[in-house]
C-alpha cells in the first residue's frame, strides 16, 4: 500500500479544517450522516471561536487508479501564535498543501507557512479555495501565487471545500505529486514525537510518526532524549475515531498508549526507540518554542472560595499538560498575593490559556498587563558583567547597576489594499518602526516589511491596523533580535510609596506621556481618603509626573454661628492638625479594580 503525508496549511480563515472535513468525506472515511464542520476540532473553544488550535492528525484510505493509497493529514492552526504547531506538524510530513482564498488572495501568513515548509523541504500543491463565491477571482490569485510564491500558476488546483467541487482531483494530485515516506535508513526503530495530550484515563497519549523500523503492542519502547522506559499498551490511527493496531510500519502515524502518568514523561520531539535493541542516534527534533508575552495570572479572591491559589496551580499543571508551550512559576505580589507568572507565544495563546482555566478549571483569574521580555547587561558584585533577562519591571535592579537595556524588535509583513499604505506607514513609524522593503503582490496590494520593538504591537497594534484598513490588511511578526536602547522603568509612587505591581518599562522619549496617562485613569480609580493623597510617576529618583486625589472636607465650623471668627480659625486650624497626622500614619487602600484599569488599558 502507498502511503502519502501531507499537512493542509494556510492563512487563518482560509478553510483548512472545511477542507480537512471535505477529505473525510470523500474518502468515506465519515458516513453523510456523521458529518459535522470542523471535524477535527474537538476542543469547544475551537468551535466557538471557528479556529484551530491544535494541529490534528487523521488516516484515512482512498484508491487512486486502481492501487489502494493511505493518506496521513494533518490539519494546521492559521493563526501567527500557533505557528509552533504548523512546525511540529510539517516534520512529520513529507508534503503539504498550501491554501489560498480565492476571493481574498496570497496574505501574511500564507508566506510565512509557505516558508516554513520549504525550508522543510516538503513537496508543495498549491489550492485555490473558495472558488464557489461569487468574488472569486481564480485566474488572478493564480498568478499571485506564481509572483509571490513561485508557484507555477497553472499547478494550483481549484476546489471548493463547502460544495466538495474539485476534491477528487485533489485526491488524486496528493496521489501523483506528493512523494512516498523515505525508505527506512536502519532497521532500528525510530520514530517521531510530534505531540502529546494528556487523557484522565489512559494518561498521556503521544502522537509519533514512524520513520524506521516497526511498533508493535506490548513491547518495551525508550525515549531517547528522556531516557526513560514504558511498555506499549495501546497502538493505534484516528480515521477519525480511534482504531486499535497489532503494529505499525515505517512512514505512518499513530498514537501511542503506554502507561506515562505525566507530561513529564515524554518531550515533543523526542525519538522513540526499542529498549533491547536501541538506534544509535535521534532523529532531529524541535527548536523549543519561544515565549514572547509574559503576564501575571492571580487568583480572584472571593469571600466564599478564600484565595484560590492551590486551585489554580492544579488547573495551570493540568493544562500544561495539554499545552508544552507556556511556562508558568510562582511570584508574590504585595497588592494581589501569590500567583504565577507565565510565558505564551502571543496574545491570542495568553487569552485561550486564560478561558480554558477559567472552564476546564474553574479558576477565575485576575490578570496583569502583558509585559515583554528584555534583556539587560549590568555589574555584578565582583565587577564583572553579566547579562540577565527580565520578565517583570519589578526584577529591574537599580539603574545604576544597568550598563546596557535591550528589547525585542519583529520584523513585521503586512499584507495590504494599496489605498492604505499612507496610513500604515504612519501607523508604524508612530510605534517607532524601521521600514524596510515593499514588494508588488498584484494591482491592487502590496507588502510592506518594517522593523518594530514587540512591546509597541503587543497591545493594540493589530486592532488599529484592522480598524484602519476596514479589516482588509493582514500581519505577520517573527521576533528576529534584540535591540540596545534608551530605556527605562517608569514607578508609580502612591501617597509616597512605590507600588510594585503599577511600574512598566518604556522608551525613555515616552516615558513622561506614559506615565501622565497612567496618572489620570488611577486618579479616577482610587477612592477619596481623609487627607490629600499625591500620585506620582519617577523615573530613578526624578519625578516626570503628578496628580493629586483631593481628601474629604468635613465642614467642623457648622455649629460656629455668629461670634468671632477666631473661633471658626482656632476649629480649621485643628483640622488642619489631624489632616497632618493622618497623612503621615494613614495607609492608602488601593482597590483591585485600580490594578484592573491600569493594566486593562494597555496603551
Known amino acids: 500500500m502507498q502511503i502519502r503525508n501531507f499537512s493542509i496549511i494556510a492563512h487563518i480563515d482560509h478553510g483548512k479544517s472545511t477542507l480537512a472535513d471535505r477529505l473525510l468525506q470523500a474518502t468515506n472515511a465519515v458516513s453523510d450522516r456523521e458529518a459535522k464542520e470542523q471535524l477535527l476540532d474537538s476542543m469547544d473553544l475551537e468551535r466557538e471561536r471557528g479556529i484551530t488550535i491544535k494541529a490534528s492528525a487523521v488516516t484515512v484510505y482512498h484508491t487512486h487508479n486502481g492501487e489502494p493509497y493511505m493518506l496521513n493529514f494533518i490539519d494546521t492552526p492559521g493563526h501567527v501564535d500557533f505557528g509552533y504547531e504548523v512546525s511540529r506538524a510539517l516534520k512529520a510530513c513529507e508534503g503539504a498543501l498550501l491554501l489560498v482564498d480565492a476571493s481574498q488572495g496570497v496574505e501574511a501568513q500564507t508566506v510565512v507557512n509557505a516558508y516554513l515548509a520549504v525550508e522543510q523541504n516538503l513537496e508543495i500543491i498549491p489550492v485555490l479555495n473558495k472558488i464557489d463565491l461569487p468574488g472569486a477571482r481564480p485566474d488572478e490569485i493564480a498568478e499571485e501565487v506564481e509572483q509571490v510564491l513561485g508557484f507555477d500558476a497553472a499547478s494550483c488546483i481549484l476546489v471548493s471545500a463547502k460544495t466538495g467541487q474539485g476534491i477528487p482531483e ?312 534584540y535591540n540596545k536602547d534608551d530605556l527605562c522603568k517608569v514607578s508609580i509612587l502612591i501617597n509616597g510609596e512605590p507600588v510594585e505591581a503599577l511600574s512598566l518599562i518604556c522608551h525613555r522619549d515616552r516615558a513622561e506621556q506614559r506615565g501622565r496617562q497612567l496618572l489620570i485613569r488611577l486618579r479616577k480609580q482610587i477612592d477619596r481618603h481623609q487627607f490629600e493623597i499625591p500620585i506620582q510617576a519617577a523615573i530613578g529618583g526624578k519625578i516626570i509626573a503628578r496628580e493629586t486625589i483631593k481628601a474629604y472636607r468635613k465642614d467642623v465650623t457648622a455649629k460656629c454661628y455668629g461670634g468671632d471668627v477666631s473661633r471658626k480659625r482656632k476649629l480649621l486650624e485643628a483640622q488642619k492638625r489631624g489632616k497632618q497626622k493622618m497623612k503621615s500614619i494613614g495607609s492608602v487602600n488601593i482597590p483591585q479594580k485600580a490594578f484592573m484599569a491600569v493594566l486593562d488599558t494597555g496603551e
Request: charged share 25%; aromatic share 10%.
Open 170 to 481: 485533489l485526491l488524486a494530485a496528493v496521489c501523483d505529486r506528493l512523494p512516498p515516506p523515505r525508505p527506512p535508513v536502519t532497521e532500528k526503530t525510530r520514530a517521531l514525537i510530534f505531540d502529546a495530550v494528556y487523557d484522565d484515563y489512559r494518561g498521556v497519549i503521544v502522537y509519533c510518526r514512524v520513520f524506521d523500523g516497526r511498533l508493535r503492542v506490548g513491547e518495551k519502547i525508550r525515549m531517547m532524549g528522556l531516557e526513560r522506559t514504558f511498555q506499549v499498551t495501546e497502538l493505534g490511527k484516528y480515521t477519525p475515531k480511534p482504531v486499535k493496531c497489532k503494529e505499525i510500519g515505517p512512514g505512518e502515524t499513530c498514537y501511542l498508549v503506554a502507561n506515562m502518568k505525566t507530561l513529564g514523561d515524554v518531550r515533543v520531539g523526542d525519538t522513540i526507540t526499542m529498549e533491547n535493541d536501541p538506534a544509535e542516534e535521534a532523529l532531529s527534533g524541535y527548536a523549543p518554542p519561544q515565549q514572547m508575552v509574559f503576564c501575571d495570572f492571580y487568583p480572584a479572591t472571593t469571600e466564599k472560595s478564600g484565595t484560590g491559589f492551590e486551585e489554580l496551580r492544579d488547573g495551570m499543571e493540568r493544562l500544561s499538560l495539554n499545552d508544552a508551550s507556556y511556562t508558568f512559576q510562582p511570584v508574590h505580589s504585595e497588592a494581589l498575593g501569590f500567583g504565577f507568572r507565565c510565558g505564551f507565544l502571543g496574545l491570542l495563546h495568553m487569552d485561550i490559556i486564560q478561558e480554558r482555566l477559567e472552564r476546564e478549571a474553574g479558576v477565575q483569574v485576575v490578570q496583569t498587563a502583558p509585559t515583554v521580555s528584555y534583556k539587560i547587561t549590568m555589574r555584578a558584585k565582583g565587577g564583572e558583567v553579566v547579562e540577565k533577562e527580565i520578565h517583570n519591571p519589578a526584577d529591574l535592579p537599580n539603574a545604576g547597576e544597568i550598563i546596557d537595556f535591550y528589547e525585542p524588535i519583529c520584523r513585521v509583513e503586512l499584507m495590504t489594499p494599496k489605498e492604505y499604505i499612507g496610513e500604515i506607514m504612519k501607523l508604524c513609524m508612530d510605534r517607532r518602526g524601521v521600514f524596510k522593503n515593499q514588494m508588488f503582490v498584484s494591482n491592487t496590494r502590496d507588502m510592506l516589511t518594517f522593523e518594530i520593538p514587540l512591546a509597541e504591537i503587543i497591545y493594540d497594534f493589530y486592532d488599529k491596523l484592522k480598524s484602519m484598513t476596514s479589516g482588509y490588511a493582514t500581519m505577520d511578526y517573527e521576533v528576529i533580535r
